[in-house]
């Protein structure tokens, strides 16, 4: 049980050391001094670099379903194509049938 021992010993409650709370105060305080400056590069920079990203994907978005829509059309017509030579086929073969029976 070295391990628990090991965890127990590293995970015990200690006393911070001294001055820990000053130097913690002290980093707040310069960090919200340097967090209070104006960014270097603009906000509007940011702004247009959103804008023309959304731009770029709604666009690609709208292409592909342009695409899609004219592969369905496509696919479509043929079927439409194969349905009517496929029933060109069976009226033949109904006609040949018919011919057939009344031959005899």
């Not at 000053?22 to 270097?40: D, F, L, N, W």
């Not at 666009?59 to 059309?73: D, F, I, L, Q, S």
């Not at 069976?90 to 018919?98: P, T």
Request: cysteine-free; glycine content about 8%; proline content about 4%.
């Amino acid at each position: 049980m070295t391990l628990e021992n090991d965890l127990k010993r590293a995970l015990r409650r200690q006393a911070p050391p001294s001055g820990f709370a000053g130097r913690v105060m002290q980093r707040i305080h310069s960090q919200s001094v340097v967090a209070g400056e104006k960014p270097k590069r603009p906000v509007w920079w940011r702004a247009a670099a959103a804008s023309v990203t959304l731009a770029v994907l709604l666009g690609g978005y709208a292409t592909h379903r342009v695409v899609e829509h004219r592969r369905g059309e496509r696919a479509k017509e043929q079927v439409l194509t194969a349905m009517r030579i496929a029933g060109e086929k069976v009226r033949y073969a109904q006609q040949e049938v018919r011919g057939i029976g009344t031959a005899e």
